[in-house]
């Protein structure tokens, strides 16, 4: 089997610039929007959950420690699975979850499905992450990487 021409090498390249970082840079901005969506909804369903201020900050909480704890153990799997599989599940659940949260009807199960949230999301950074590690050559992967981080400022 002959290794790939530099032409080929090229034509790689080009589609891993155009067609995956844009991608998953779109999808790391959803990423941020979803995890910060609820301070914007706080009026809203402070009211309509008849949730206290203490509540509210608790069900932001449950995000945060699911999302923490998570980060690691899903870059664990991404090794074990491949970052494809684990980005795959990780944006299914999170879809699923987000949708499930429109039909909460109290503290408790905004809590739950916070914590549910956070699990399905921290898995797609640091897969984002291994995904272009493994995709991307050492003298392309800081650009790649740069590019892709540059997602923060549009969240």
């Keep these: 089997e002959e290794a790939a021409s530099d032409e080929e090498h090229d034509e790689i390249f080009r589609h891993l610039w155009w067609r995956v970082v844009p991608v998953l840079w779109l999808g790391y901005v959803l990423n941020i929007v979803d995890r910060t969506n609820l301070g914007f909804a706080a009026l809203q369903m402070q009211q309509d959950l008849a949730l206290t201020a203490q509540s509210f900050g608790v069900a932001s909480g449950f995000f945060y420690l699911s999302y923490g704890l998570m980060q690691v153990p899903?870059?664990?799997?991404?090794?074990?699975?491949?970052?494809?599989?684990?980005?795959?599940?990780?944006?299914?659940?999170?879809?699923?979850?987000?949708?499930?949260?429109?039909?909460?009807?109290?503290?408790?199960?905004?809590?739950?499905?916070?914590?549910?949230?956070?699990?399905?999301?921290?898995?797609?950074?640091?897969?984002?992450?291994?995904?272009?590690?493994?995709?991307?050559?050492?003298?392309?992967?800081?650009?790649?990487?740069?590019?892709?981080?540059?997602?923060?400022?549009?969240?």
């Design 74 to 155: 899903s870059n664990h799997l991404a090794s074990r699975i491949g970052p494809v599989r684990v980005l795959a599940v990780s944006t299914i659940s999170w879809g699923a979850v987000s949708a499930a949260t429109s039909l909460v009807g109290d503290a408790a199960a905004l809590c739950a499905l916070r914590f549910l949230l956070g699990l399905a999301e921290s898995a797609f950074y640091p897969g984002c992450l291994f995904l272009l590690s493994r995709w991307f050559p050492p003298q392309s992967l800081g650009r790649a990487v740069a590019l892709f981080a540059t997602a923060t400022s549009a969240g």
